[in-house]
């Protein structure tokens, strides 16, 4: 059974920078494909960014590109999401979700994919 949990979520003012580590725990963390999704009350929960099993095929939600930079060390099992220009819109939970049944080195956008998730952590932006 895979679990992961997210951490290095908080408070901070607009324009600062966070970063977000989820840690996967077993042995195959390498073979999954990684994804950090965010929800608030208001939205559904929407796709940030998503990492192959290599982490050398990335993708993202236009609304982050270029402030937001997902990265994996399969060493550590771990899927890291550095957040930059952070803006009060980006307040949400932030979620970590593990693709065990991906095929190759490709990467899913839909949350449907994702078989395993995190609680989340708690991200908020002032302004």
């Known amino acids: 059974q895979v679990h992961v949990v997210e951490s290095g979520g908080g408070l901070v003012q607009a324009g600062g920078s966070l970063r977000l580590s989820c840690v996967a725990s077993?042995?195959?963390?390498?073979?999954?494909?990684m994804g950090w999704f965010r929800q608030t009350p208001e939205k559904a929960r929407e796709f940030v960014a998503a990492?192959?099993?290599?982490?050398?095929?990335?993708k993202y939600a236009d609304f982050v590109k270029g402030r937001f930079t997902i990265s994996r060390d399969n060493a550590k099992n771990t899927v890291y999401l550095q957040m930059s220009r952070l803006k009060p819109e980006d307040t949400a939970v932030y979620l970590c979700?593990?693709?065990?049944?991906?095929?190759?080195?490709?990467?899913?956008?839909?949350?449907?994919?994702?078989?395993?998730w995190g609680l989340g952590t708690q991200v908020t932006v002032s302004s």
């Open positions: 979700a593990a693709d065990t049944n991906v095929v190759e080195d490709t990467i899913e956008v839909v949350s449907g994919y994702y078989e395993v």
């Open positions: 077993g042995r195959t963390f390498g073979s999954y494909a």
């Open positions: 990492a192959s099993r290599s982490g050398g095929t990335v």
